[in-house]
Nanobody, 116 residues
């Protein structure tokens, strides 16, 4: 059973920064593994924020390009999401997701609130 545990969420003022971490109970260094960060704001659908492949190719939602950076540390089985220049509209529960061998695994989510 794959487990993903997110951490690093919290309350931050607009313009501030946070770094989210997602620790996996399994090796994420797999040629077929894709790690994602999603978020879901109240009353909205879950949306894909950032993706990183096993080859470290990255992709971002237009709304976070230039502000968020996804990275991975295969030795620690951990994926990070560095979030800079945060805006109130970034407020959401952020979820880590692993897609591998046709399966999809989710963490429990971590709350990010951007407010003054």
């Amino acid at each position: 059973q794959v487990q993903l545990v997110e951490s690093g969420g919290g309350l931050v003022q607009p313009g501030g920064s946070l770094r989210l971490s997602c620790s996996a109970s399994t090796s994420i260094f797999s040629i077929s593994s894709i790690m994602n960060w999603y978020r879901q704001a109240p009353g909205k659908e879950r949306e894909l924020v950032a993706t990183i492949t096993s080859g470290s190719s990255t992709n971002y939602a237009d709304s976070v390009k230039g502000r968020f950076t996804i990275s991975r540390d295969n030795a620690k089985n951990t994926v990070y999401l560095q979030m800079n220049s945060l805006k109130p509209e970034d407020t959401a529960v952020y979820y880590c997701n692993l897609k591998r061998y046709g399966s999809s695994y989710w963490g429990q989510g971590t709350q990010v609130t951007v407010s003054s």
